[in-house]
């Protein structure tokens, strides 16, 4: 219901932009966010939306390199993003929520590889 396309080779200081559809469903975008999950580490949040859109979450590590968004009229979500670092390394993963009073993230996408060459 979610698939995740964008990702690929880069090098240290290039960018990418991820995308994210939905089909089968329609979520809100502003309960649907990203991933990542590096080679022998836990899957951790990258960027979500707040507040019913009206804010955004950024891990540490991406934030001022990453810019999440979305467009409800498509139902998909795009991360943008630049200056990427070998440690963005990763698995990206889009997620969405249920609804706008779920707490957890219920359904995943298949994932979308980005590599990053030092």
């Known amino acids: 219901q979610l698939q995740a396309s964008g990702g690929g080779l880069v090098q240290t200081g290039g960018s990418l932009r991820l995308s994210c559809a939905a089909s089968?469903?329609?979520?809100?975008?502003?309960?649907m966010g990203w991933f990542r999950q590096a080679p022998g580490k836990s899957r951790v949040l990258v960027a979500d939306f707040r507040l019913n859109g009206r804010s955004t979450y950024y891990a540490d590590s991406v934030k001022g390199r990453f810019t999440l968004s979305r467009d409800q009229a498509r139902n998909r979500v795009f991360l943008q993003m630049n200056s990427l670092k070998p440690e963005d390394t990763a698995v990206y993963y889009c997620a969405a929520k249920a609804n706008d009073a779920a707490r957890l993230y219920d359904y995943w996408g298949q994932g979308t590889q980005v590599t990053v060459s030092s």
């Open positions: 089968g469903r329609t979520f809100s975008t502003t309960n």
